[in-house]
């Protein structure tokens, strides 16, 4: 297994701990780790991406794994957070449905052979999430407003790039078998 492939792992292998953290009410840095797992974790996504093309160890384990990982860490702390009441419950079910169709979508894609790759919205969507989170993990009254905008930027930038996927790819659904 190459370093891209082990960082996937790492991060898969953080959730559990992530969660554990952010449902604790142990102590009072409970919600710090939380963060700092979740960091990490995050960090891991944007470095094995790069060593993968860069050292040009992309690999079928790795297409495959490296966005489940991405799903998994998201949709984690978004229930999480949802738990904890510090975003709708309806935000996090467009967030995670988008998830779900695009994930569909590859797969019939995939079906056909063909590869769609992220675009640049995806990507946006992926770090706007990634800081809401973020925000609402560290929960700092001073920046509810930043946390309130970052979390509305979100969410449009999910359903932008879930509209972006679907009418750049539209040939896709067509049925050729």
């Not at 972006?164 to 078998?177: Q, R, S």
Request: charge should be positive; proline fraction near 2%; charged fraction near 15%.
């Amino acid at each position: 297994m190459n370093l891209p492939n082990k960082l996937t792992m790492f991060r898969v292998l953080l959730i559990p701990f992530f969660v554990a953290f952010m449902l604790a009410d142990l102590t009072a840095y409970d919600k710090w780790i939380a963060l700092a797992i979740f960091i990490i974790a995050s960090l891991t996504d944007l470095l094995d991406g790069k060593i993968a093309r860069k050292y040009h160890l992309v690999t079928n384990f790795g297409k495959f794994m490296d966005p489940l990982a991405d799903k998994l860490l998201v949709c984690s702390a978004l229930i999480c957070l949802v738990a904890l009441e510090k975003i709708p419950a309806w935000i996090v079910i467009v967030i995670i449905a988008r998830e779900f169709i695009i994930s569909g979508f590859r797969l019939i894609a995939s079906d056909n052979g063909v590869v769609i790759a992220a675009s640049y919205w995806g990507k946006f969507k992926t770090t706007f999430q990634m800081v809401m989170i973020c925000l609402m993990i560290a929960d700092l009254g001073a920046l509810s407003l930043l946390t309130a905008i970052v979390m509305w930027a979100a969410l449009a930038l999910t359903v932008v790039s879930l509209a972006d996927y679907l009418i750049k790819n539209k040939d896709v659904m067509k049925d050729t078998k």
